[in-house]
């Protein structure tokens, strides 16, 4: 059980404490990780404005205690929340994937001899790629056997 006044007066004295932050704290000094003291001020507006809400829902309903499933408004705007973040975290899986990929790429520079380089950009052009495209298409076609021997079955450069 809560005390809604209690809440309430907590929710106003941690928004007054963080907007005291946020004057004090010029933004040249925070560290690139550092958490904004500016969402830390609108979190603890915001959850000010849902304590007085919730607390004025109580007086209105004659609730001596509060029940999250009787609170419509409220339940709905924790799912949205839940469901926003979720999509936030799915975002962020997804960067993260994007930038694991990107460690894990290779990009090379190959020296080929005459021969091999006129050969090369022959297949290229009747493929209609670039010769990086070819060998990077070979190079996904390459398998090592147990010996070590490398092989690579035939295939249609695309």
């Known amino acids: 059980m809560w005390s809604r006044s209690r809440k309430v007066a907590e929710a106003e004295r941690r928004e007054h404490e963080t907007g005291q932050q946020l004057e004090d704290v010029p933004a040249s000094g925070r560290g690139p990780y550092e958490e904004d003291p500016q969402d ?18 109580m007086g209105e309903q004659g609730w001596p205690l509060y029940r999250p499933e009787q609170d419509v408004q409220g339940s709905t705007w924790a ?10 975290l799915a975002r962020q899986a997804a960067w ?6 990107a460690r894990d790429e290779l990009t090379a520079r190959v020296w080929l001899s005459a021969d091999v380089s006129r050969r090369l950009r022959a297949i290229a052009a009747r493929t209609g790629l670039q010769p990086e495209q070819v060998l ?8 090592m056997d147990d010996t070590g021997a490398l092989t690579v079955s035939t295939f249609t450069p695309h």
């Open 136 to 143: 990077a298409q070979l190079a996904d076609r390459v398998r």
């Open 40 to 57: 830390l001020a609108e979190q603890w507006v915001a959850r000010h404005a849902e304590w007085r809400r919730v607390a004025a829902l």
């Open 79 to 88: 799912r949205e929340r839940e469901d926003r973040r979720q999509e936030a």
């Open 96 to 101: 993260q994937k994007e930038r694991q990929d």
